[in-house]
């Protein structure tokens, strides 16, 4: 089966940075794009950004260009999702979200929280 | 960017009826169309993939078609567990992008 799980949930004050993570499971890391999900408190859903493992594609959103950085690690089939400058409105829930095929598989989220 | 505009807003629906959930899409998807549900804090799960097609265990009352840029969710018989935000989502062109979400309310 693929799974997908994430890091667990940050606090951080402002102008700190952060790094979160996606650890796949169950298909072939290298030959699907994986991506992730914000949701802010309330809101609906907005891809950040997705990059493709085996060819190191990356594609950010229009939003997303200048502080948000997408990565992977293939050899631990984990993809990471770096934000820097953090701002209060960037308090959220981040969802790493796998594409395989035709079919999405979501990890459980991971709460970002940026306070002072 | 293409644009998914979901229709209504909310829906108000009594248990055991039927609700139908809209999704156009502002150019053609090439049916490259997902529809989720997301329960209040939960993450999205996936209902319905390739516009028509429902994802592995989901209950056979989900149901969805298209036409053109024209996409459409059935819930059959809405049982209890199914009030719940609904999103349709396109990844034919980048940005992926979401619909603003219908939210299905008991009547």
């Known amino acids: 089966d693929v799974q997908v799980a994430q890091s667990g949930a940050e606090v951080k004050e402002p102008g700190e940075s952060l790094k979160i993570s996606c650890k796949a499971s169950?298909?072939?890391?290298?030959?699907?794009?994986i991506g992730w999900v914000r949701q802010m408190p309330g809101k609906g859903l907005e891809w950040m950004g997705i990059?493709?493992?085996?060819?190191?594609?990356?594609r950010y959103s229009p939003s997303s260009q200048g502080r948000v950085t997408i990565s992977v690690d293939e050899s631990i089939t984990t993809a990471y999702l770096q934000l820097s400058s953090l701002k209060a409105s960037d308090t959220a829930m981040y969802y790493c979200?796998?594409?395989?095929?035709?079919?999405?598989?979501w990890g459980q989220g991971t709460r970002v929280t940026v306070s002072s | 960017e293409i644009v998914m505009t979901q229709s209504p807003a909310t829906l108000s629906v009594s248990p055991g009826e039927r609700a139908t959930l809209s999704c156009r899409a502002s150019?053609?998807?090439?049916?490259?169309l997902a529809w989720y549900q997301q329960r209040p804090g939960q993450p999205p799960r996936l209902l319905i993939y390739?516009?028509?097609t429902r994802a592995t265990g989901i209950p056979a009352r989900f149901s969805a078609s298209d036409f053109g840029t024209d996409f459409t969710l059935t819930i059959s018989s809405l049982q209890s567990e199914d009030f719940a935000i609904y999103y349709c989502?396109?990844?034919?062109?980048?940005?992926?992008?979401f619909g603003q979400g219908t939210r299905v309310e008991i009547k």
């Open positions: 990059i493709h493992p085996g060819n190191s594609d990356i």
């Open positions: 150019q053609d998807i090439n049916r490259n």
């Open positions: 169950g298909y072939t890391f290298t030959s699907f794009w």
């Open positions: 390739r516009a028509s």
């Open positions: 989502q396109q990844h034919n062109n980048w940005p992926w992008t």
């Open positions: 979200a796998s594409l395989v095929g035709a079919v999405y598989t």
